[in-house]
């Protein structure tokens, strides 16, 4: 196993980089954070739709929410593989493809994380800045929004290594990125499966479990801060 | 056929998942230091590493391990069903021991004390007191496992395995009516999922623990 690690870890690093396209983990890594950060604002939008006060957009973000929770992930893969070029009229990279898919699967994900950090927040908060005087959308953006948005930092870190996890179904439409690297290398190599798809599940154990534990420090740290401040309030 | 496969592998797959997850749930709360080590390591081990990255190591690289005669008897009989279903039950039974197990947390321990003092032993303390309480407040948790699993069969097409995704594609490759088996193949997993939702609303309503 060394020895594959040894002769192909370029491969697996950054795919053919210097002399073609980028690929292996380096692009697992750009696709995942490509992924969330533009889910991110979309799924501020739609969890501030789940929460406003008008019943249409509520039902329809609400519908969508049921939609996107109730497909595989890899049926808008195949939706954007076959829609956008159908839709544009050129041939659009497999990583874009991709990425567009991540989107909209993560944003709606991301958007129930962030709208449970909504409710939870002590209704207090939100009748307040209303008594003062400010909008529903002032409200949401001074007071409910930052408050939530810290408290729910460790989902979002937890939605990113899944994400990082679902990079890998790229590999369906053959999308340049880890698990297709470890699967170019099995088809060089030919006789030692075992060894490649178990050296593959570990270079992702070992990305994921550092993250994992981020996520439980960084909780820590968000419990520690709410409990110092509602000290401070009372 | 498609779909009937997509069941079939959730079913397979639930099973596997629901049997082992409470195992291992059991085993981690025994308190032996080893055992529960065991448990975290598993938990751990399945819950960060892709689920089709674990499926190809079933498929391409256990398989592989195994003798020529068990081998050929697999690709006869459709080894990457068997693989796949086996892959993602013990994906799944690592979600689904931790549900239980945060389950297990919300039953007060004064109920262990008083089972245990009635004099039933551990097996019986956990048979008849903390595993159907605490599947009771689990229940929406797990729900949710099973719909992810019925997602999660759709990955099978990357092993060749008959399912819903790739008999969609297989379709699809033939007759290039590709919107038309797409909408089709989407809204049957719409329907299933919908079934599983509304199933777990009522079997929630039904086993709602009391005063919640």
New interface residues.
Partial sequence: MIDILQNYWLLLLVGQFPNGPLGGLAMTLILAVCGIGLAFPCSIAIALALTSPFRALRASAQALV??V???????FI??AY??IP?LLGTSVPGVVTMLFALVIYESVYLAEVIRGGIQALPAGQTEAARAMGLTHLQTQRIVVLPQVLYNVLPSILSQF?ST???T??G??ISVNEL?FAA?QV?SILLTR??D???L??II??TL??IL?SCVRLLELRVERGRKSLRLKTQ | MGIVSTLELTLLAGCIAFVIGAVLAVVRASGSKLASGFVVVYVAYHRNIPLLVQILFWYFGITALLPAVIQSWLNQHGGGFLCGAIAIGLCMAAYVSEDLRSGMRAIPTGQYEAARAMGLSFMQTMRYIVIPQALRHAIASLVNEMLLLLKNTSLLMAIGVAELTYATRQIESQTFRTFEIFAFATLCYLAISFCIMFCGRALERHFRVAGR
């Fill in positions: 049921y939609i929770r109730g497909l595989p992930l890899l049926m195949f939706w076959f829609a159908a290594i990082i996890k679902e890998s179904l590999y369906v698990t699967n099995n499966p075992f490649v798809y178990l593959l599940a992702y154990f994921c479990f994992t």
